[in-house]
Nanobody
């Protein structure tokens, strides 16, 4: 089982990026995105259910970021708009081990997003 995140890069404040996370080996009911800024702990940003009928966002990204998924491609996306310098972080995709467990047991390798002011 593998989660492969991509799409990070350098962008100016106010710009947009779309992150992708391709899963292989199995499918997951809940998938999500986390981020870890320099010197800070990893924090939750967004999650989405299999049917995309349940989404949840951290207050810090609500209204700016949109999580989506394509189950035919076993891929989850994070569209990030109106980026701010404080969004600079390594972004990780993750998947819950089962639909009933809150634990994210599978993690991607992370992709770096740098937002310049």
């Amino acid at each position: 089982v593998q989660l492969q995140a991509s799409g990070g890069g350098l962008v100016q404040a106010g710009g947009s990026l779309r992150l992708s996370c391709a899963a292989s080996g199995r499918t997951f009911y809940f998938m999500g995105w986390f981020r870890q800024a320099p010197g800070k702990e990893r924090e939750f940003e967004a999650r989405i259910s299999w049917h995309s009928d349940i989404t949840y966002y951290a207050d810090s990204v609500k209204g700016r970021f949109t999580i989506s998924r394509d189950n035919t491609e076993n891929t989850v996306y994070l569209q990030m708009n109106s980026l701010k310098p404080e969004d600079t972080a390594v972004y990780y995709c993750a998947a819950r081990s089962s639909s009933w467990s809150p634990t994210y047991g599978y993690w991607g390798q992370g992709t770096l997003v740098t937002v310049s002011s």
